[in-house]
């Protein structure tokens, strides 16, 4: 099960990616328009991951794991 915690959020948000999916996965966030913020590679086979997002804009995002280039999961938050 995939957790994203705490939402909304001040400076980390933390990503659980379940075990069963392996670790071939790319994690992207996107602002409110559709813009890829930041894209992560998954290159040290992470489950936990905590990204620090003090530098973002107030407002929504979106992220998204995707898996073989494909969407696997996604979920907003609110940076504050």
Known sequence: QFQLYPNPTNENINLIVPQTLGYDYKIDI??????????????YHRTFHSINLSSFETGYY???????DGEIWNKSFLKN
Do not use: A, P
Not at 35 to 42: F, P
């Open 30 to 43: 996107y602002d409110f328009v559709g813009r890829v913020i930041i894209s992560i590679d998954n290159k």
């Open 62 to 68: 979106k992220i998204v794991v995707k898996y073989n």
